[in-house]
């Protein structure tokens, strides 16, 4: 019987992580508070650098985002992963009061963003999400259109919905997509609280800045972290079906795990899902359907045979730096490279006689 959250009891594909909790230490093991007598002002210096370093990758990486499209993401999470690695040299990656902090003072970031404009409007999907429910059923056919005030101009933006059909549901009424974007965030950072790596990645002021401008990848991030890591059994079965229904990444991503641990029946149980999902919308328009969801066309309707190029349809985007931080912190701290090498050696085996 398979042991994974999808057919009952504790996942066996993610771990219990134990350290870097954030509840009081234990006597044998000291906490390396921010008050440390070892060195006086040595402990809080090194956490003000590793924090400092974090919102200077978003100062240095807004300007860069119209002027360097192809260093969109890689600079941003090249520099989120420095300050880990930092964070860790330094200890303090298992200092509650460090993490605590690090993670209030990018949601008060964030926040500051949303309400000042700072390092903000750079995606128009908070002002996007909330018009595609009015597309439904037939999502691809079309497009949705607005009228808005943009730096004191009145501009009318249309879009076309390029997502898969159950990411529109994911609004409450009244509520700011920008905001809710924020508590998505924030509720992802608190399911992945016991996960240190991951929480001091995806809790990193750029990732917090992600979600004031409103991006929607926090939605599957928040689905796919209920699959693999809180619920069990067919709750998070259902969570994972949710998460395949969302956006493309997220089936990606579940497809990847299950054909990297060699779970093939899973693997095509999740393709089939997404199939399922997303082909009555799909038969409704072929064409607009290949064009918005899997070729990525040109945003103009009259162009649908158009095929934006790959360079500017992937590394233009801020936001796909998110999922690369996520693949790490959640999968890194129980998949880690030693184990990504044997289940690659398991599935490309070496010619006999022939050294690994």
């Known amino acids: 019987m398979d042991p994974s ?70 600079a941003p999470v090249v520099c989120v992963l420095g300050t880990f690695v930092l964070a860790r040299r330094w200890g303090l990656a298992e200092d509650v009061r460090f993490l605590r902090l690090w993670v209030g003072t990018s949601l008060a970031f964030a926040i500051v963003s949303t309400l000042t404009g700072l390092f903000n409007n750079i995606t128009d999907e908070p002002l996007s999400m909330p018009t595609f429910v009015h597309l439904w059923p037939n ?39 920008e905001y809710l974007m924020i508590g ?25 800045v992600i979600a004031a401008n409103g991006f929607n990848d926090f939605v599957p991030l928040l689905f796919l972290t209920l699959t693999f890591v809180t619920l069990h059994g067919y709750k998070s079965r259902l969570a994972e079906v949710v998460s395949l229904g969302l956006k493309q990444f997220a089936n990606v991503l579940v497809v990847a795990y299950y054909v990297l641990t060699r779970r093939w029946w899973r693997a095509l149980e999740a393709t089939l899902v997404s199939v399922a999902i997303v082909l009555p919308f799909a038969l409704m328009d072929p064409p607009g359907f290949w064009c918005n969801v899997i070729a990525g066309c040109a945003p103009d309707l009259s162009s649908r045979l158009q095929f934006s190029s790959p360079t500017n349809g992937l590394l233009s985007h801020a936001n796909y730096g998110v999922w690369p931080l996520y693949v790490l912190g959640i999968f890194g701290p129980r998949y880690g490279l030693a184990r990504f090498r044997s289940v690659l050696a398991r599935l490309l085996p070496s010619r006999q006689g022939t050294p690994p």
Do not use: C, M
């Not at 000291?30 to 070892?38: C, V």
């Not at 965030?185 to 917090?208: C, D």
């Open 139 to 177: 999502l691809y056919s079309g497009a949705t259109s607005l009228t808005v005030v943009q730096h004191g101009v009145l501009v009318t933006r249309t879009w076309e919905f390029v997502y898969l059909p159950f990411l529109p549901f994911y609004q409450i009424p009244g509520v700011n997509y």
């Open 184 to 208: 998505t965030w924030v509720a992802t950072l608190y399911l992945v609280r016991k996960n240190r790596v991951g929480l001091i990645l995806l809790a990193s002021p750029w990732v917090g």
């Open 5 to 74: 959250p999808l057919h009952g009891g504790r996942p066996d594909h993610l771990p219990e992580v134990q350290v870097g909790v954030l509840e009081p230490p234990q006597e044998d093991r000291p906490e390396r508070a921010l008050s440390s007598t070892g060195g006086v002002l040595k402990t809080p210096l090194k956490a003000l650098g590793v924090i400092g370093l974090g919102f200077a990758t978003v100062v240095l990486a807004i300007p860069d985002w119209e002027h360097l499209p192809e260093l969109n993401f890689v």
